[in-house]
Nanobody, 123 residues
């Protein structure tokens, strides 16, 4: 069983940066993919980024390419999401998720979830 805990959310002005962290407990195998999703008020949950635990291949949704960067620290069982050039449209609850297998872009394909951390970007 894998438990995920997010941290690092908060209030930031447009143009600013935040780094989200996801602490994973339990065994994260080499065949895992770690992902970040977000859900804005009144909107559906959407994929943000993912990274393969072993090789480190990264995947991003188009709206965050060039602004966000996902990374990992295998030794610490940590996944990060560096968010730069934030804009009000990035305001959402951000969730860390994990799945076994290849990277997927649908939240329904992920088996393990954190409780989320809130990010608010003011204009």
């Amino acid at each position: 069983q894998v438990q995920l805990v997010e941290s690092g959310g908060g209030l930031v002005q447009a143009g600013g940066s935040l780094r989200l962290s996801c602490t994973a407990s339990g065994r994260i195998g080499s065949n895992y993919v770690m992902g970040w999703f977000r859900q804005a008020p009144g909107k559906e949950r959407e994929f943000v980024a993912a990274i393969s635990w072993s090789v480190g291949n990264t995947y991003y949704t188009d709206s965050v390419k060039g602004r966000f960067a996902i990374s990992k620290d295998n030794a610490k069982n940590m996944v990060y999401l560096q968010m730069n050039s934030l804009n009000p449209e990035d305001t959402a609850d951000y969730y860390c998720a994990a799945r076994i297998g290849v990277a997927r872009y649908s939240g329904t394909d992920y088996s393990f979830w954190g409780r989320g951390t809130q990010v608010t970007v003011s204009s």
